[in-house]
C-alpha cells in the first residue's frame, strides 16, 4: 500500500507538470480548459488517496497529518476553481480581452502553479520548498499581468518586485537554518531535510535560529500577505484574472502559511530559542485591525475582498501564534472555511464584473434584482466570510476568540475589535451591492456556478456539523502544532 500511495505523492507532483507540457502543444482553447479541468480532478483524487495510507519519507519528499491537510484543500479548491475557470476565461476571448494564445498560456501556467504548490507542501527540504514557492510566486505573477493593460503589468512588476524582497529573505533565512544545522548534522543534504532538523534542532545554536526565523517570518510573510508586507496583494487580486484572485487568496497564502508553520515547529523544539507564538500573533493581529479598517476605503470590489483576505492571513496567523489544541483547531478550520468562502466569492465578483463590465462598487447596485443568483451568492458568501451564524467562519472565529479570552484576555480586546471593524465594513457595502437600486447591465453570465453553489454549501454545512473523523484529524494535527 506504501509503494502505491507512494505512486499516487509523485502524480500530484508530475501529473501537472506533464499536462503543462501537453497544453503547450494544444491549439484548441476549449481542448486545452477540459484537459485543464480533468488533470486537476485526477490530482484532487490523488491527494485523498493519501488518506489511506503515507508513504515513508525520503530525503525530498514528505507525507503526514500537517500537509495532507493542506495538500487535499489545495487540490480540491484546484479543481473547482478550474470548473470555474473554463467557462470565464472563454468569456474573456469573446469579449477581446484575451487571445487564444493568452489562453494556451493561462491553463499552461495554472497546471504549472498547482504542481508548484503541490510540491511545497510535500517537500521534505527546505531548500526544495523554497523553489517551489518561487516557482508558484513566478508563474502568478505571469498570470496577473495576462491582460497587458498598464494597470495589470504595473500590478504585476509590483508582485515580481515585493515577492522578489520576500522569497530573498526567506532563503537568507533558510540559509542560516542550514548553517545552524551543519555543526551538528554535518555538511551535506542533511542539513537541507526538515526530519533531520526537527531531530536535532534541540543541539542546534538558538541564536542563530532567532535570526533564522525572524527572516524567514518576514520573506514567507510577505507571501502569507500579512501586514506590513502586503502592499502586493490588492493589487494583483484586482488587475489579474479572477481565477488566479481565487487561487490567490484560496490557495497560494495557504501555501506560504505552511512553511511558516513548519519553521514554528523548528523553533518550538528547541528550548533555548525565542518562541515564535508572540511574533505571529503579533502581526496576524497587526493585520486584522488594519485590513478592517482598510475596507471601509475601497472603491473596487476585488481590491475589497483582497482586504479581506489579508484580514482572514490575519486571523490564521493570530490563531496559530497563540498555539495551544484549541486555537491551532480553530485556526486549521478558519484556514479551510476562508479558502471555501473567499474562492467562491471571487467567483461570484468575476461573474459579476463580466456582466456589469466593471469592478467599480459605485456602479455595482441590486445584484439580487438584475442577476438574482450571483446577489444571493454574493449575500451568502459576505455573509459567511463576516462570521455570522450559521456558517463555518464563525465557528472558527468563536472558538479563536474563546481561546484568547482563555488564555490571554487582553489580546481578546482588539481581536473583538477587529473583527467588528471588518464586519461592520462588509455588510455596509453588501447593503448597497445587493439591495441597492439596480443599476449597470442586464447582460446575462456565461461562467459556471456549480463551484461557488459548491463551496457555500460546504462552508453552511460545516458551521452546523462536522464530521466526526474531520475532528479527530483536525484535533490530531492541532496537537502535533503545539
Not at 502553479?113 to 517537500?123: E, F, P, R, S, T
Not at 456589469?356 to 455573509?383: E, F, M, N, S, Y
Amino acid at each position: 500500500m506504501s509503494a502505491y500511495i507512494l505512486q499516487n505523492v509523485h502524480l500530484i507532483l508530475f501529473l501537472p507538470a506533464l499536462t503543462a507540457l501537453a497544453l503547450v502543444a494544444l491549439p484548441d482553447f476549449r481542448l486545452s480548459a477540459r484537459l485543464n479541468v480533468a488533470s486537476s480532478f485526477v490530482t484532487f483524487l490523488a491527494a485523498l488517496s493519501l488518506f489511506y495510507a503515507k508513504p515513508v519519507s525520503g530525503r525530498y519528499l514528505l507525507v503526514d497529518d500537517l500537509n495532507i491537510v493542506f495538500v487535499v484543500l489545495n487540490t480540491f479548491v484546484a479543481f473547482t476553481t478550474s470548473v470555474f475557470s473554463a467557462s470565464y476565461i472563454a468569456h474573456e476571448l469573446e469579449t477581446g480581452r484575451l487571445t487564444p494564445t493568452h489562453l494556451r498560456f493561462y491553463h499552461t501556467m495554472y497546471q504549472v502553479l498547482l504542481g508548484a504548490m503541490n510540491l511545497a507542501l510535500v517537500a521534505n527540504n527546505i531548500g526544495l520548498m523554497w523553489v517551489a514557492i518561487e516557482v508558484a510566486t513566478l508563474t502568478t505573477v505571469l498570470m496577473v499581468g495576462i491582460y497587458r493593460t498598464d494597470r495589470a503589468l504595473e500590478a504585476a512588476w509590483k508582485y515580481f518586485i515585493l515577492g522578489s524582497v520576500g522569497i530573498a529573505l526567506a532563503l537568507f533565512g533558510t540559509i542560516l537554518i542550514y548553517m545552524a544545522a551543519r555543526p551538528v548534522v554535518g555538511e551535506g543534504l542533511n542539513g537541507m531535510v526538515w526530519t533531520v532538523l526537527i531531530e536535532n534542532v534541540a543541539q542546534f545554536d538558538p541564536a542563530l535560529l532567532n535570526l533564522a526565523f525572524v527572516f524567514l517570518l518576514l520573506g514567507y510573510g510577505t507571501k502569507v500577505g500579512l501586514a506590513p508586507l502586503h502592499a502586493w496583494l490588492p493589487d494583483a487580486h484586482a488587475e489579474g484574472p479572477t481565477p488566479i484572485s481565487a487561487v490567490l487568496s484560496g490557495l497560494l497564502l495557504n501555501v506560504a502559511l505552511y512553511a511558516v508553520l513548519r519553521f514554528k515547529l523548528l523553533m518550538a523544539a528547541n528550548p533555548r530559542a525565542i518562541a515564535p507564538g508572540p511574533l505571529m500573533a503579533t502581526l496576524g493581529l497587526l493585520s486584522l485591525v488594519f485590513a478592517g479598517f482598510m475596507l471601509y476605503r475601497r472603491t473596487d470590489i476585488k481590491r475589497m475582498f483582497a482586504y479581506s483576505s489579508i484580514e482572514h492571513m490575519g486571523i490564521i496567523s493570530f490563531a496559530f501564534g497563540m498555539g495551544g489544541t484549541l486555537a491551532n483547531f480553530a485556526g486549521l478550520l478558519h484556514m479551510t472555511m476562508h479558502s471555501l468562502t473567499k474562492s467562491a466569492i471571487f467567483f461570484a465578483v468575476g461573474q459579476i464584473a463580466q456582466a456589469k463590465g466593471t469592478q467599480k462598487i459605485a456602479d455595482i447596485r441590486g445584484l439580487t434584482v438584475t442577476h438574482p443568483l450571483l446577489g444571493w451568492g454574493l449575500v451568502v458568501g459576505v455573509i459567511a466570510i463576516a462570521g455570522m451564524p450559521p456558517t463555518g467562519v464563525f465557528m472558527s472565529e468563536f472558538l479563536i476568540v474563546s481561546s484568547t479570552v482563555t488564555h490571554a484576555p487582553l489580546l481578546a480586546v482588539p481581536l473583538t475589535l477587529g473583527l467588528l471593524v471588518a464586519f461592520g465594513a462588509l455588510l455596509w457595502r453588501l447593503h448597497g451591492l445587493a439591495f441597492g437600486e439596480p443599476t449597470g447591465s442586464l447582460a446575462p453570465v456565461k461562467a459556471s456556478s456549480l463551484p461557488l453553489a459548491t463551496h457555500l454549501g460546504l462552508v453552511l454545512v460545516a458551521g452546523i456539523y462536522l464530521p466526526p473523523p474531520l475532528v479527530a484529524w483536525f484535533h490530531h494535527v492541532a496537537i502535533m502544532l503545539r
